[in-house]
T-cell receptor
Framework: DTGVSQNPRHKITKRGQNVTFRCDPI?????LYWYRQTLGQGPEFLTY????????KSRLLSDRFSAERPKGSFSTLEIQRTEQGDSAMYLC????????????????FGEGSRLTVL | DAKTTQPTSMDCAEGRAANLPCNHS???????VYWYRQIHSQGPQYIIH???NNETNEMASLIITEDRKSSTLILPHATLRDTAVYYC???????????FGTGTLLAVQP
């Protein structure tokens, strides 16, 4: 499968614990995005990378959240001291960063990592 | 990024065309209109996008009004597998950061 891969698919944790999600984008996609989705809502933008550089962070990304993309390939999203309000689906998407006619505007999403904080 | 307005839900009979409207009256000149859909428990899936002209691909057609303040996604022959939440998004630009709303839940009825 050459799509966007996210692990783990499901994570149940107790409040106060740290969790880390991993995203493997489509090979050679230099842009990577993280979104969060709660029940009944559309995905909310959290942050995005171009290669290893984190270029934008949403106000939703509190200081308990940190995202990295150390080598410009896979990315991790860590949540420290989890709270019940962090329960959500965390979605990763990637995109080729070309401009012009080859830039289809298409984001390729993974299946998401569902977090439940007890 | 411009905001979009979509109906909360719609029904469509299997085999008929599904026409999903979207209003984006504050769209700016360089913003695209994107449509994605999300089937239950899956990540969003790209359908189509356009700037000014109508677009068609193997999944759907996108009709954008001349003033670009609204658009319609057309699924020509809806099937049960098209039951999903459909998101109309305006924006993109240099970052391609897409801001999702709550979308339209399309229920295709047998």
């Amino acid at each position: 499968d050459t799509g966007v891969s996210q692990n783990p698919r499901h994570k149940i944790t107790k409040r106060g614990q740290n969790v880390t999600f991993r995203c493997d984008p489509i090979s050679e996609h230099n842009r990577l995005y993280w979104y969060r989705q709660t029940l009944g809502q559309g995905p909310e933008f959290l942050t995005y990378f171009q290669n290893e550089a984190q270029l934008e962070k949403s106000r939703l990304l509190s200081d308990r959240f940190s995202a990295e993309r150390p080598k410009g390939s896979f990315s991790t999203l860590e949540i420290q001291r989890t709270e019940q309000g962090d329960s959500a689906m965390y979605l990763c998407a990637s995109k080729a960063g070309t401009s012009g006619p080859a830039n289809t505007g298409e984001l390729f999403f993974g299946e998401g990592s569902r977090l439940t904080v007890l | 990024d411009a905001k979009t307005t979509q109906p909360t839900s719609m029904d469509c009979a299997e085999g008929r065309a599904a026409n999903l409207p979207c209003n984006h009256s504050t769209i700016s000149g360089n913003e695209y209109v994107y449509w994605y859909r999300q089937i239950h428990s899956q990540g969003p899936q790209y359908i189509i996008h356009g700037l000014k002209n109508n677009e068609t691909n193997e999944m759907a057609s996108l009709i954008i009004t001349e003033d670009r303040k609204s658009s319609t996604l057309i699924l020509p022959h809806a099937t049960l597998r098209d039951t999903a939440v459909y998101y109309c998004i305006v924006g993109g630009g240099a970052t391609n950061k897409l801001i999702f709303g709550t979308g339209t839940l399309l229920a295709v009825q047998p």
